[in-house]
């Protein structure tokens, strides 16, 4: 029985032994990530390979044809220094291509981060685990557009 709080300190966790979280492995060695951007949505899985980017049963350069955007994609694993470690296979639905890219970089982020735990730090600081919230505004009644009215006439 504890009558003291000196009983209590051999009960307090030691700071020196952090335990890194664990590895999550399905049963064909990928790791999975959701990645949003703007109204796209992207499915990704990663497993161990040689560096292929499929996005919608296409190849990367094919799908997204602006350098930029292939840039984008590439940003995590090149963050990471894992450029042709990992073969990824995604999924994007919604949105332009501009989010898809976002989105798919977003969804590479938090799989690579599921394989290697590791790799938290370094993506979370090159901002790559944040999910970018910013979506179109609304349109409003009475207006053209969200903020765009119809224009005025005196006579």
């Given amino acids: 029985m504890l009558s003291t709080f000196d009983d209590l300190k051999p009960l307090k ?21 959701t990645g949003r951007r703007k109204e796209s949505v992207a499915r990704v899985w990663i497993k161990p390979g040689n560096g292929v980017i499929l996005v919608n049963g ?4 094919e799908y997204f ?3 930029v955007l292939q840039t984008l994609v590439q940003q995590p694993l090149s963050v990471a220094n894992r450029v042709g470690c990992y073969d990824v296979f ?3 639905k919604g949105g332009g291509l501009s989010g898809q890219a ?22 979370k600081s090159a901002g790559m685990l944040t999910r970018d919230s910013r979506t179109v505004e609304r349109k ?10 119809f224009q005025f006439s005196k006579r």
């Fill in 65 to 67: 044809a602006r350098s």
């Fill in 58 to 61: 296409k190849r990367a350069p």
């Fill in 90 to 92: 995604c999924t994007v």
């Fill in 140 to 149: 409003k009644y009475g207006l053209m557009k969200a903020r765009r009215s």
């Fill in 102 to 123: 976002g989105a798919v970089r977003h969804g590479i982020s938090r799989a690579l981060v599921d394989y290697e735990p590791d790799l938290r730090s370094v993506l």
């Fill in 13 to 33: 966790k030691d700071n020196s032994l952090q335990v890194a979280s664990a590895k999550k492995i399905d049963a064909q060695g990928r790791t999975y990530g």
